[in-house]
């Protein structure tokens, strides 16, 4: 895995974005704040001495997206469309969620605006309530998802039950979490996803006739005739981010990702 902002010297680099083309990028991140649940009644009734939290919070949050590249170095300056920060008040939990969406057209991917606007977000959340309660914990501060950009979309996997296509027995694909041993995580990326209605899948290494891209596409196929399309030459495959062949082995744990031709940036 090459890590794009160290030179070859392995110094600090700040990435050269200038020839990329512009394309759609857009970033979910999402974090909590845990206090206690008289903590939370006052937030949630109005009553806490600062006045509207969730407020201040949002427009707290929406700024430091505006500014992550003065507050995280080698980040660039973006012009960016969209921000939102969204609450959700959950009692059973005595916390609340708090996500961020950043989008605008550009060079290069807003992951780290979103994550910035969650994290300050919570921080400014604590700030307005630790008149009354110090120990709060902020945690789970992590990236949902992103679109765009050369190296496709991403869709954090949930750790909830999965849906799982037949009765979720060796040889069979199962989409989420679950992943038999030995496996191979399947990703479908950009407008292949659209096609096939999926984004993800795991597939068995059992299943597979050769562990190979070949036998991986075959036993997709046999699955389910809407995978079929990934015999399609245009289509292109990466295992564990690098570029890979129909002839490329796949072991155990490998990440393949399945995407059209790259056409931007």
């Not at 990329?20 to 649940?37: C, D, F, H, L, W």
């Not at 427009?59 to 300056?77: M, Y």
């Not at 999965?162 to 479908?188: M, N, Q, Y």
Request: hydrophobic share 40%; proline share 3%; charged share 25%.
């Amino acid at each position: 895995m090459h890590l794009t902002h160290l030179n070859t010297r392995g110094e600090a680099n700040m990435v050269d974005v200038g020839d990329k083309q512009e394309t759609r990028r857009e970033a979910v991140a999402s974090g909590r704040i845990v206090m206690q649940p008289e903590t939370l009644k006052l937030l949630s009734e109005g009553e806490l001495p600062k006045g509207d939290v969730l407020a201040t919070a949002r427009i707290a949050g929406i700024q430091a997206a505006k500014r992550t590249h003065e507050l995280i170095p080698l980040c660039h300056s973006l012009a960016l469309s969209k921000v939102s920060v969204e609450f959700d008040i959950d009692l059973a939990e005595s916390c609340v969620h708090v996500t961020s969406l950043c989008r605008l057209n550009g060079r290069t991917g807003v992951e780290m605006e979103a994550l910035t606007a969650v994290s300050v977000a919570c921080l400014t959340l604590y700030d307005m309530c630790k008149a009354v309660d110090k120990g709060m914990r902020i945690e789970a501060i992590q990236l949902d998802s992103k679109q765009g950009g050369q190296r496709g979309d991403y869709q954090r996997m949930s750790a909830q039950a999965p849906i799982v296509t037949g009765d979720g027995v060796a040889g069979e694909v199962s989409l989420g979490e679950r992943c038999p041993s030995p496996c191979v995580r399947v990703k479908f990326l950009a407008e292949l996803r659209e096609r096939v209605g999926e984004s993800e899948a795991v597939v068995s290494l059992d299943q597979l006739a050769s562990r190979d891209i070949s036998g991986l596409k075959a036993a997709l196929a046999e699955q389910d005739s809407r995978f079929k399309q990934l015999t399609d030459q245009r289509t292109l495959c990466a295992i564990n981010q690098v570029m890979a062949n129909d002839d490329a082995l796949v072991t155990d744990d490998d990440e393949v990702a399945f995407f059209p031709p790259v056409t931007g940036g």
